[in-house]
């Protein structure tokens, strides 16, 4: 798609404006963009993202010093990328950087997603074994629970299903 501007140039700045209910969509090169916001008082800014991300790290890091157990790492010794590096760009150079960085990036990560641990999402069709062993993993953690907190009838209970939805995947 071309800049509606100067139908020129790629579109790389897409705006969406919402007033009093109303969607309008402007999709600009970054050229026009940025005279758009010297003229208009527009206050765009391309590079929120990136500050938006940057303060993720600056929260997630100012927690982090309080209790996390992982050694904290500057360099990534398979790819060399160091962490303010990453924070500069966003981007992590090898998949090496999220062991090497995983202190500084697991309260961020908890903090986007909600969670450490990718979930995914499992397909309605041919997904009923995936169901399954996802409905098994949450029992598991259900019943260790219960052990803990000594409701081991309960704990009993949990563990009959699980038996149960085993034997449904053999």
């Known amino acids: 798609m071309y800049c509606q501007q100067c139908n020129q140039r790629p579109a790389t700045v897409y705006i969406t404006k919402i007033i009093n209910g109303e969607k309008s969509e402007m999709h600009l090169c970054q050229e026009c963009a940025t005279k758009m916001q010297e003229t208009s008082g527009f206050g765009w800014d391309p590079h929120f993202s990136m500050n938006l991300l940057s303060s993720f790290f600056e929260e997630a890091e100012s927690a982090l010093n309080l209790a996390r157990n992982f050694?904290?790492?500057?360099?990534?010794?398979?790819?060399?990328?160091?962490?303010?590096?990453?924070?500069?760009?966003?981007?992590?150079?090898?998949?090496d950087c999220y062991n090497t960085f995983m202190?500084?990036?697991?309260?961020?990560?908890?903090?986007?997603?909600?969670?450490?641990?990718?979930?995914?999402?499992?397909?309605?069709?041919?997904?009923?074994?995936?169901?399954?062993?996802?409905?098994?993993?949450?029992?598991?953690?259900?019943?260790?629970?219960?052990?803990?907190?000594?409701?081991?009838?309960?704990?009993?209970?949990?563990?009959d299903e699980i038996r149960r939805l085993e034997g449904k995947l053999k």
């Not at 050694?71 to 981007?91: A, V």
């Open 103 to 159: 202190a500084q990036l697991s309260p961020v990560i908890r903090q986007i997603h909600g969670s450490e641990k990718h979930t995914g999402k499992i397909p309605e069709r041919g997904g009923e074994q995936l169901h399954i062993k996802k409905k098994i993993e949450q029992l598991k953690d259900k019943m260790q629970e219960m052990v803990q907190r000594e409701e081991f009838e309960k704990a009993a209970e949990v563990r």
């Open 71 to 95: 050694p904290k790492t500057d360099r990534c010794e398979t790819c060399g990328l160091t962490y303010s590096s990453f924070r500069q760009s966003g981007k992590l150079g090898c998949s």
